[in-house]
């Protein structure tokens, strides 16, 4: 049986997790592969401490610079996260002829480009399955599975961190403040949380699906992002009695006249149908929502990090990869979604540019004429409202209202809410939340 | 580029949308997979009829025989449906060497094997994602994505009738009769829907995913089949006060000490908690759900019927063998999931052996003592209850009694209720419905 021999880069908490599956699932991988995987290396600075895993016939090593270099390794795994060494390496590894693969989602989302270069002029693969909803096989339905479809949008819940906020301040109709000291108490949430809470974690994800649906590259620094922490416990309950739950999505669109021209990407906090199958998913769950013009809506759900899911996704990028690689033959199958020499470098949809239906929480003062003269700028826009609540709650002067509009586009919006904030009655803080009435 | 040469068998509803996107989406797949997928030739009886598409450059025959045996054709796609004469074409294709994709069901549960070890001979593939759930790529990512896991279980909503009635029925408190024409009337259901409200189509596409999850051969006759035809708007009514929602699943779990040395295959009306991902999928949409050790809970979610979904399914079938036929080398990577030579002959788990937690209704007389009789007859057979309700209803002597009991094996359950249905008190119909705690 021919065999592909993989190096480890890092044995953190996911590598060390591959490492578990690649010594003890051995038996059951070569049976549904054909294919012997081994683990021939692996490298870390900390090669004391106990791992629990019994690395007989594994070189371990700290010298990372000479595994992804070394003769006797065909694939290179890499799991020491952030942008260098972890660059550096796989760029060496595919210059030197090996596949790599990898769950670092920031690498990709910024250097992605440059790596899927190389390889394509190696006759190589990159895989980062992981780096996107952790273990759902989410690229590779996506990329594969949905491979004769134009794709009409893709929705993803693609941080554990702010959907596990979002689902313990509905439940237990907590501000975020205090759920999120109770999310790093049980380690779902960092330290500082920015990375997370702030969308910019999705905002990675989203870049390269994005890529992926649309045949472009990766274009990470062109995603409006919004993250969670202006949210309240208000806002959850306004949204619930109006039918609607608040998630914060990566979502991506085509627009062009019969083909893609442009792509629109943006994260943000968003409402969606209390009763859609997006709206069940919870806690610390992710989830991927590709619509095409065949195959309709399609969700695909699981855990969105964590050392054994995401463990589940890197080794089935090394088996997908041992599957296409023919014993003495110098041919590799290119991955499916656009081979490399088809992605094309399309435009991004200005801001201003996106439509969207709208949420408005405004603070008012509560006194006569204030919402006239709201709704009459909102008008002026040709901006129609779907719904409109206020309530009398004990903030000092002011009352909060909310207002679910009909579609506009951001441009527009924005022009209307620099009006409304130049009125004496409201304030100036206004939280502006989107809302996505077709997701399924 | 290089190309792949495809033959459409049947140009029904299915074959009409395969075409459509071989057709149509020509650019997009070409760009996706690298190589060109050109319909060479299409084969139906009736060919006079407008099917809205421009075959220019397709040969159009009746002669089906020739076809599958042409000489300019690389791939096979059979949409004809049925056992005979399906069978035979797709056997001949394989035989001449040519790749397959078929949507049909009911041929791989019952001759799957037949032709599998056919197409492992020539060193061809066979491809039938579309055979379970319709457009949703589950069996791509049971076999790839989740290809490092040993799967601990598989739970489908895989048939879009039984799912529409149910849901119809649980939303307008209405019984199975009436729910039932409706769905004939809507072109949901068949004027004789035996085969799907029965689980007899739960059950094939169940025996294929099974096949695939732990490596066995296909065994469709040993599947334990209940429909839901005996379910009461009632029953609905019942679960939903329990905390359940009532959904027609098809399960399979492995059994043995390490290794998998048996499997357990079942198709019946189950309850599972009404705030699970799985009790959420709603109407005629389909979803599995894939348990195993590394990955944990992932749902595949989408439209399980219909001639774009469907389609869809089986041109990603196509591109995938397409993508790993490499020019001019005779050689297949083999799909995951097991190669040919590894499956096994696996044991079913006997019936009498499967372990449930059950939902029982009795109809007692409402007299004293009668309750008593029951629960100490499950008593003695050391079934306890997690939960029991009795209601007053207008039958006739007798009022339904709706016992949840904790899990017993099935022979042990059938044992009691046989001794149950001996008491005077109780009337001889009793319905049995299992319940699943553990679905994500």
């Known amino acids: 049986m021919s065999e592909i021999r993989v190096g480890l880069l890092g044995l953190g908490t996911i590598g060390t997790g591959v490492a578990r599956i690649l010594i003890e699932q051995q038996a059951l991988m070569s049976r549904r592969l054909g294919k012997q995987v081994r683990l021939v290396a692996a490298a870390d ?23 992804v270099t070394a003769d006797d390794i065909d694939l290179v795994v890499e799991l020491i996260g952030g942008y260098e060494p972890a660059r550096t390496f796989v760029a060496t590894a595919l210059a030197h002829g090996k596949h790599a693969v990898t769950a ?56 554990g961190t702010c959907n596990f906020i979002l689902t313990k301040m509905e439940n237990e109709g907590a501000d975020y403040a205090d759920v999120l000291k109770k999310a790093q108490q049980l380690g779902y949430a960092e330290a500082d949380p920015t990375f997370d809470v702030e969308g910019i974690d999705t905002a990675h994800k989203l870049s390269i699906l994005a890529a992926m649906a649309y045949g472009s590259k990766i274009k990470f620094d062109d995603v409006f992002t919004e993250g969670i922490s202006n949210i309240t416990a208000g806002d959850i309950e306004s949204a619930a009695e109006l039918g609607y739950r608040i998630k914060l999505l990566g979502i991506a669109k085509p627009h062009g006249d ?66 296409v690689v023919p014993d003495g033959v110098e041919h590799l199958a290119p991955p499916m979604g656009f081979v490399e020499a088809e992605r094309r470098n399309l435009e991004t949809l200005p801001v201003a540019d996106i439509e969207c239906e709208y949420y408005l929480r405004l603070m008012v003062q509560d006194q006569p004429g204030v919402i006239a003269s709201v709704t009459s700028i909102l008008a002026d826009h040709r901006i129609s409202l779907e719904a409109m609540s206020q309530k009398e709650r004990s903030s000092a002067n002011s009352v909060p209202v909310v207002m679910l509009t009909h579609a506009t586009t951001e441009g527009n ?11 004496n009655a409201v304030e100036e803080e206004v939280l502006i939340l989107r809302k996505e009435s077709s997701v399924a």
């Open 45 to 67: 600075r900390d090669l004391d401490r106990d791992r629990g895993l019994d690395f007989t016939g594994v070189r371990l090593t700290d010298d990372a610079n000479a595994m």
């Open 104 to 159: 670092n989602k920031a690498l990709i989302a910024k250097h992605g480009e440059e790596l899927f270069a190389l390889a394509a002029e190696k006759n190589v693969a990159v895989g980062f399955e992981a780096a996107v909803g952790g273990g759902i096989p989410c690229l590779k339905a996506l990329r594969e599975g949905c491979a004769a479809n134009a794709v009409e949008s893709v929705y993803g819940i693609l941080n």
């Open 258 to 323: 019969g083909q893609v021209e442009q792509v629109e990407m943006r994260v943000h906090p968003t409402l969606v149908p209390v009763h859609s199958q997006l709206a069940q998913v919870s806690d610390s769950y992710n989830a991927v929502q590709v619509s095409g013009d065949f195959v309709e809506h399609t969700m695909y759900f699981g855990r969105g990090a964590g050392e054994r899911p995401t463990a589940s996704a890197v080794v089935a990028d090394i088996m997908d990869i041992a599957r």
């Open 413 to 423: 919006l924005q022009a209307a809410i620099s009006r409304i904030i130049g009125l």
